[in-house]
């Protein structure tokens, strides 16, 4: 036990400050270099902390299962920020599934590389990164290990020519594994996580170990929206609950974390998603864009705790 203790204390003993280029403070971590990191590792966390204390918020759109809508979310979330007037930057980590590229119309959209920096694509001023914009067709499969995706998703936070953000919002895979973890241990300091669920108990029951999963690594949890809650007429707009509803606010409850809000299945979302036109843009006066703008209310309410 003393070794590891005294291996510990090693860690945290450090060179002579040196202050990194985002800011002038000797007391950043990244000003100094420790004595059990090479050069290499100390320029690239100082280059993850020189990107990271430009960004004002990180927000993390989580599920532990998958199919839950978690994408149309981080999408209309970071797009209700956009029109706003935030900068916004929208990352797709889902390595397996990319699908930000294509709810945005933006297949065929090439990452170029300058300076040594990736440079995202920008959509009406909002920044994109995803791992859709690397592969050579739709159809092509990613069939990498775990620390093969861990260094993407490093890549894609620290490499990215973000620039100033007021948000950055992270679509994550579903679960609680190797992608999630690599996401919010790189983002240090992350405001915290949009958990996203549907009404049945089957996909709460799995959700709940999202809200477990931010417990144990400290990353607070902003709330959970229930999507696909009721289905609404395109004829009448009345809301039918094909589903049982009310299961996400419960679960919110019992896990004692907020509740943002409920989301209808809704024609026009998926009209908007396979047209490349985010739901909040198309559909802006609609019922369910609405209610989706009472969702944004507790994450815009972040910058007024600055």
């Not at 589903?243 to 299945?265: E, H, N, R, T, W």
Request: proline residues 5%; hydrophobic residues 40%; negative net charge.
């Amino acid at each position: 036990m003393g070794a590891v203790q005294n291996e510990a204390a090693a860690n945290e003993q450090t060179s002579a400050p040196s202050p990194c280029d985002s800011c002038s403070s000797n007391s950043c971590s990244a000003s100094n270099k420790k004595l059990t990191e090479s050069q290499q590792e100390f320029e690239e966390r100082r280059r993850l902390a020189s990107r990271l204390c430009k960004i004002k918020h990180k927000i993390v759109v989580l599920s532990g299962k998958g199919g839950v809508g978690k994408s149309t979310v981080a999408v209309n979330l970071a797009m209700g920020l956009s029109l706003a007037g935030k900068k916004v930057g929208l990352l797709d980590v889902d390595i397996h599934g990319p699908s930000i590229p294509t709810m945005l119309g933006l297949e065929g959209s090439q990452v170029m590389e300058g300076d040594g920096e990736l440079i995202p694509v920008e959509l009406d001023g909002m920044k994109v990164i995803s791992l859709g914009f690397l592969l050579n067709g739709q159809d092509d499969a990613v069939i990498w290990r775990g620390p093969m995706k861990a260094n993407v998703i490093v890549q894609f936070i620290r490499d990215v020519a973000w620039g100033d953000l007021d948000y950055l919002i992270v679509d994550s895979p579903p679960g609680t594994g190797d992608e999630p973890l690599t996401v919010c241990q790189t983002l240090e300091g992350a405001d915290g996580a949009v958990i996203v669920t549907t009404p049945q108990k089957v996909a709460a029951v799995d959700v709940r170990k999202s809200i477990s999963f931010c417990r144990q690594i400290n990353l607070p949890v902003l709330g959970v929206i229930e999507n696909m809650s009721g289905f609404v007429c395109p004829k009448c707009g009345e809301i039918t609950n094909v589903f049982k509803s009310g299961g996400g606010k419960m679960m919110a409850d019992d896990m004692g974390v907020p509740f943002l809000g409920s989301v209808p299945i809704d024609p026009q979302i998926a009209e908007a998603g396979d047209s490349g036109i985010a739901f909040l843009e198309q559909y802006a006066d609609s019922a369910t864009a609405k209610l989706f703008q009472t969702i944004l209310v507790p994450v815009m309410n972040l910058e007024e705790k600055e």
